[in-house]
T-cell receptor
Framework: GAVVSQHPSRVICKSGTSVKIECRSLDFQATTMFWYRQFPKQSLMLMATSNEGSKATYEQGVEKDKFLINHASLTLSTLTVTSAHPEDSSFYIC?????????????FGDGTRLSIL | KQEVTQIPAALSVPEGENLVLNCSFTDSAIYNLQWFRQDPGKGLTSLLLIQSSQREQTSGRLNASLDKSSGRSTLYIAASQPGDSATYLCAVLEGGGADGLTFGKGTHLIIQP
């Protein structure tokens, strides 16, 4: 089955640090990848849609200069949390979709637990 | 804006019982609906996906139904086992299927041995 690898699984770092999270589709090409965030006891919220070769589309209230997304290839999207602060501590999870506008489901990575001290 | 609600928020039942988890969504113009399982601190495991034209999907002891017009879906778990303990998430996909998913907050399920 389709596998999405997300790395790292856990990050603990000091306030002001920039953190990069990678999302890779291992056995399929993904023209579209999604980044979600989940705060404790809350639902997963879509942050942005990452399209290969073009700029990401951000959801309302998500700062594009804070959360940099790069989707340079059909198998890799990266999310960089710039100058992270304690309020950015959350569970970040990506998903990848093989084809745009297809009936195929999104496949999720295992998530990244980010803790900013 | 689409909103997804899951009831109950938490559920604890003895092993062996059959149970139903509920999901409702405010905008019936969905592309599909998906049920996921999330274990503590882990990612998502897709359980069942129902296209908007379908009424139900089955996988093993799991059965999911979809009533698109009323904005409701149920996940039925038969003969529950302690290994079924997890948080179950309902998510809908809108638009032409190119958008991200809208999730509910989940139902935290505990199956007592």
């Amino acid at each position: 089955g389709a596998v999405v690898s997300q790395h790292p699984s856990r990050v603990i770092c000091k306030s002001g640090t920039s953190v990069k999270i990678e999302c890779r589709s291992l056995d399929f090409q993904a023209t579209t990848m999604f980044w979600y965030r989940q705060f404790p006891k809350q639902s997963l919220m879509l942050m942005a849609t990452s399209n290969e070769g073009s700029k990401a589309t951000y959801e309302q209230g998500v700062e594009k200069d804070k959360f940099l997304i790069n989707h340079a290839s059909l198998t890799l999207s990266t999310l960089t949390v710039t100058s992270a602060h304690p309020e950015d501590s959350s569970f970040y999870i990506c998903s990848a979709k093989p084809l745009r506008n297809s009936n195929q489901p999104q496949h999720f990575g295992d998530g990244t637990r980010l803790s900013i001290l | 804006k689409q909103e997804v609600t899951q009831i109950p928020a938490a559920l604890s039942v003895p092993e062996g019982e059959n149970l139903v988890l509920n999901c409702s969504f405010t905008d019936s113009a969905i592309y599909n609906l998906q049920w996921f399982r999330q274990d503590p601190g882990k990612g998502l495991t897709s359980l069942l996906l129902i296209q908007s034209s379908q009424r139900e999907q089955t996988s093993g002891r799991l059965n999911a139904s979809l009533d698109k017009s009323s904005g409701r879906s149920t996940l039925y778990i038969a003969a529950s086992q302690p290994g079924d303990s997890a948080t179950y998430l309902c998510a809908v996909l809108e638009g032409g299927g190119a958008d991200g998913l809208t999730f509910g907050k989940g139902t935290h399920l505990i199956i007592q041995p």
